[in-house]
């Protein structure tokens, strides 16, 4: 039986297996409590948590200290099923850099040729292939594109700018910035401002959206940051 987790749950399993991908070891939960910005004994809960759902490993370690022998310490890894879990929410996704390269390209090129035209036509485009299930990175990358093409179609330059502001705020994160770029568009969506398909997609899947978002690990974050930048620019 398929394991649902909460948003919660995803963002501490995509937390733990970002750590756990940089040091290539189990991470000890006061490590991923400083990450998450909360206190050990909560980290050490919520692991315990999706331990029971199978979702992570943990692991006895003994200290290095010569004296004594030294009281065990838990550490955590994600599981194999955990990475499946995180990759069917996330949908298909890149790689490497070079595809990432490949959908930036095409998003780009894509307003380019219909800088003169009906963007409705470029939304079209953007939306033709999200798939009913799972959000990959190139998904959220055409999503967040329509969302500021639609803002400029409306004329609400306020708004770009606003978005601007946001990806350049250090005290914001990136996370942040795109999910309230998500919220924009939900609060134009029932308001029956958006381009229909866009505010359909929206009302119906915004929370898959959002949880799409907070599986992403940093260095995704900030290639999907620097691309709503260009498009904004442009």
Do not use: C
Request: charged share 25%; proline share 3%; aromatic share 4%.
């Amino acid at each position: 039986m398929s394991v649902k987790l909460t948003r919660r749950q995803q963002e501490v399993l995509s937390k733990l297996l970002d750590l756990y991908h940089e040091g290539g070891e189990p991470i000890h939960y006061a490590t991923l409590a400083m990450r998450l910005k909360v206190s050990p004994v909560s980290a050490y809960e919520m692991l315990r948590l999706l331990e029971a759902h199978g979702m992570v490993e943990a692991e006895h370690q003994r200290s290095e200290q010569p004296a004594g022998p030294g009281r065990p310490t838990v550490a955590f890894r994600p599981s194999l099923a955990a990475i499946r879990k995180l990759r069917t929410l996330a949908g298909s996704d890149i790689r490497s850099r070079e595809e990432w390269q490949q959908v930036k390209d095409r998003i780009l090129e894509q307003i380019q040729n219909y800088q003169d035209q009906k963007l409705e036509r470029l939304l079209d485009e953007l939306l033709e292939h999200i798939p009913d299930e799972g959000i990959s990175l190139p998904n959220l990358a055409n999503i967040t594109t329509a969302i500021l093409l639609n803002l400029n179609l409306m004329n609400d330059r306020e708004e770009i700018a606003n978005v601007l502001k946001a990806f350049s705020n250090q005290e914001l994160s990136v996370a942040a910035s795109l999910s309230a770029l998500i919220g924009v568009g939900f609060s134009q969506a029932i308001s029956k401002r958006l381009y229909y398909r866009l505010g359909s997609l929206l009302l119906s899947r915004a929370g898959q959206i959002l949880t799409a978002i907070s599986t992403l690990n940093t260095d995704k974050l900030n290639r999907l940051a620097d691309l709503m930048r260009e498009v904004a620019r442009l």
